[in-house]
């Protein structure tokens, strides 16, 4: 299993980001994907959550209504579009397969770094 996250930056407080996840090693059609966060000194907690079809999908109170989940999957690849970004955004993000809880808890990719600052 390959989980390889990209677009961190960082960005202005209300400004926005689009991040990508490619994946390789598993079929990723069959499979439930969902985005994670850690910021410094915080445990990993999920952000958002989207079925393997890709018409169902569930987020965290903090950024719902602001961030959205979407898959290719003829790309292998999720995204997590982030809107109205706030500096409590700011963290580690991360994918994962599932959809409550990360199914591949021991084969986290490197990471995407997300700041927001003025």
């Known amino acids: 299993v390959q989980l390889v996250e990209s677009g961190g930056g960082l960005v202005q407080p209300g400004g926005s980001l689009r991040l990508s996840c490619a994946t390789s090693g598993f079929t990723f059609s069959s499979y439930a994907m969902s985005w994670h966060r850690q910021a410094p000194g915080k445990g990993r907690g999920r952000v958002a959550s989207?079925?393997?079809?890709?018409?169902?999908?569930n987020y965290a109170d903090s950024v719902k209504g602001r961030f959205t989940i979407s898959r290719d999957n003829a790309k292998n690849t999720v995204y997590l579009q982030m809107n109205s970004l706030e500096p409590e955004d700011t963290a580690m993000y991360y994918c994962?397969?599932?959809?409550?809880?990360?199914?591949?808890?021991?084969?986290w990719g490197q990471g995407t770094q997300v700041t927001v600052s003025s």
């Open positions: 989207i079925n393997s079809s890709g018409d169902n999908t």
């Open positions: 994962n397969a599932g959809y409550a809880v990360a199914l591949f808890r021991d084969q």
